[in-house]
């Protein structure tokens, strides 16, 4: 089955800089590939989201990057703000309504 | 429009017993899943269900089992708790449309003893 891994666990980063999160699947198959944000006490909240046939999408202050190739996709963060501290999550799916894989999660610190 | 609903929020059962966890999903949803959130880790797929009927299912026991009513809402079963069931418990729902992704409710944090 589909194996998602994700990096860093940790990652700290002063005010205004830029964070990347990288994660790699292992099913070719997968195209559908989503990230969430996880406040404490809170549930995911999907932030952007890639198919397979786009090599990059933004919105805003984030980015996400695709590698069919590779099978690695990639969130960037610019101009990170103290409130963007949270748990992210990357996911892939094989078909957008089924279940998700779920990496295990990067914790993001903005250090003011 | 409202969002994804859960209840109760918290809950302490003891070892061998049942429990139903409860989730509403987000109006115009008739697609619900459940996942399974262990502290620390990521979210893992349990189940989901369109239209009142499973159409997807992860690694887990058959003792862990599911309803999806008319109105979309949904309950999550769990029979013969273990300790290793304590986690948080999401429900996340969806149109089926690519377009607006899936919503997850803030969970229900179970904690067997």
């Known amino acids: 089955g589909e194996n998602v891994e994700q990096h860093p666990s940790t990652l700290s980063v002063q005010e205004g800089d830029s964070a990347v999160i990288k994660c790699t699947y292992s099913d070719s198959a997968s195209n559908y590939f989503p990230w969430y944000k996880q406040e404490l006490g809170k549930g995911p909240q999907l932030i952007i989201d890639i198919r397979s046939n786009v090599g990059e999408k933004k919105d805003q202050r984030i980015a996400v990057t695709l590698n069919k190739t590779a099978k690695h996709f990639s969130l960037h963060i610019t101009e990170t703000q103290p409130e963007d501290s949270a748990v992210y999550f990357c996911a892939a799916s094989k078909n957008y309504g089924q279940n998700f894989v779920f990496g295990p999660g990067t914790r993001l610190s903005v250090l003011p | 429009e409202t969002g994804v609903t859960q209840s109760p929020t918290h809950l302490i059962k003891t070892r061998g017993q049942q429990v139903t966890l409860r989730c509403s999903s987000q109006s115009g949803h008739n697609t619900v899943s459940w996942y399974q959130q262990a502290l620390g880790q990521g979210p893992q797929f349990i189940f989901q269900y369109y239209r009142e009927e499973e159409n997807g299912r992860g690694n887990f026991p058959p003792r862990f089992s599911g309803l999806q009513f008319p109105n979309y809402s949904s309950e999550l079963n769990v029979n013969a708790l273990e300790l290793d069931d304590s986690a948080l418990y999401l429900c996340?729902?969806?149109?089926?449309?690519?377009?607006?992704?899936?919503?997850f409710g803030s969970g229900t944090r179970l904690t067997v003893v």
């Open positions: 996340a729902s969806s149109n089926g449309q690519e377009v607006y992704g899936y919503t």
